[in-house]
């Protein structure tokens, strides 16, 4: 009979035992998941942070890309242009604006022209200025070369 009540409290013990294991076992599980759907929606931002420092990085090029060739534009505009539009796209920048006189328009002309990041210029219109006379309105067409690796010009 001791031996009995003995074997009784054994397996009374060994239960609680393994309760208590399994329910250890079921809290690492929970955590482990908790930790892996945690990992998986890291992932995913992090993936999704690349993909927009990606998309900020090609806009930043571009955006230094017309900063540069609005500084070259700059550099080669004579005293007496007054531009009333700059449109500077991929491959081409449009130039409007006034010249008061026409030397100074042809000075514009040839400094644009022989400017090696332009690979062309081509006059849109020139016609004198109905608003400002005696000057001219203006518009130029200049189309870009390729800017080199490395942004010197």
């Known amino acids: 009979m001791v031996l009995t009540e003995l074997v009784v409290i054994g397996a009374f013990l060994s239960r609680f035992w393994f ?20 990992m998986d929606d890291v992932r995913v931002k992090w993936e999704r942070l690349q993909f927009l420092a990606g998309e900020i990085n090609q806009a930043n090029r571009r955006n230094f890309d017309a900063a540069e060739r609005l500084a070259k534009i700059q550099s080669l505009t004579p005293a007496g242009v007054e531009f009333e539009a700059i449109e500077i796209g991929s491959q081409s920048a449009t130039l409007t604006g006034y010249v008061g006189m026409s030397d100074v328009f042809s000075r514009l002309f040839s400094r644009i022209k022989a400017e090696k990041s332009f ?6 219109k020139l016609e004198q200025s109905s608003d400002r006379p005696p000057g001219f309105d203006f518009e130029l067409e200049v189309k870009i070369s390729p800017l080199s690796i490395g942004g010197s010009s």
């Open 19 to 38: 309760d208590r294991k399994l329910s250890d076992l079921r809290q690492i599980r929970m955590q482990r998941t908790a930790s892996v759907q945690q």
């Open 119 to 124: 690979s062309g210029v081509a006059v849109r």
